[in-house]
């Protein structure tokens, strides 16, 4: 008789290749995206899946996760959906801290990222964007802008709204647009807002005074120009 004292691990393709048995589809379409603890995060997908294995679909609120060091691996079954059907889709995801801020239209979700897992930390309404590129990641946290206000957000506790008790909320709101975009400038610290990037002057023109924000995250102080 013989006696194996360590016998043979089996490795399935699953085990070896990350990938799910009922997987349909490894690669998709994506509007945004971030890459975390060595992982690929993309929301606002078009891929084939389950439900639609013939042809791509598109899921504006769903939020993919890539296999571990693999970004360019997308498996349609490693799905994280955080309040779907809500009627928003997903405009911006940005990382900071092992924290995942995904934005939506009108919603803010903090998502924690330890290690493989992921769970919702917060959900702050009215902290959403309209537009792509009115959030950037700074050395010193995520900002961003919309109608209600100018946000940083430093990795832990609530946002923080930058220009709350400093600059009339209705004024506010009539100078930020659908396209309004930011900016950071870790040289002078300054966190800049384009009131509108679709009309904005080119080299030789004027531009019209009030078209741009400038905070300085050193000093707190504000200015339009």
């Given at each position: 008789m013989c006696i194996i004292d360590s016998p043979p691990s089996v490795f399935t393709h699953a085990v070896m290749s990350g990938l799910r048995e009922d997987t349909i589809s490894t690669e998709c379409y994506y509007r945004t995206g971030c890459v975390v603890n060595r992982r690929l995060y993309v929301g606002?997908?078009?891929?084939?899946?389950?439900?639609?294995?013939?042809?791509?679909?598109?899921?504006?609120?769903?939020?993919l996760k890539s296999v571990s060091n693999r970004f360019d691996v997308l498996p349609d079954t490693e799905f994280i959906d955080v309040n779907i059907k809500d009627g928003e889709d997903i405009i911006r995801l940005a990382a900071f801290n092992n924290r995942l801020l995904q934005f939506k239209e009108r919603t803010l979700y903090i998502i924690v990222v330890a290690g493989i897992e992921e769970y919702l930390?917060?959900?702050?309404?009215?902290?959403?964007?309209?537009?792509?590129?009115?959030?950037?990641?700074?050395d010193v946290g995520i900002a961003w802008v919309n109608k209600t206000g100018a946000y940083i957000f430093t990795g832990e506790g609530r946002p923080q709204n930058m220009v709350s008790?400093?600059?009339?909320?209705?004024?506010?709101?009539?100078?930020?647009t659908d396209n309004s975009i930011v900016g950071f400038d870790p040289t002078t610290m300054q966190f800049m807002v384009v009131k509108n990037c679709t009309s904005m002057s080119t080299e030789g023109e004027t531009s019209t005074t009030g078209d741009m924000f400038i905070h300085n995250m050193l000093t707190k102080s504000q200015r339009f120009v």
């Open positions: 606002n997908v078009k891929q084939k899946t389950v439900d639609s294995p013939l042809s791509e679909h598109t899921y504006g609120d769903r939020m930390e917060a959900k702050f309404d009215y902290m959403g964007i309209t537009h792509p590129e009115a959030c950037v990641v700074t008790g400093k600059i009339d909320k209705d004024e506010w709101a009539s100078f930020i």
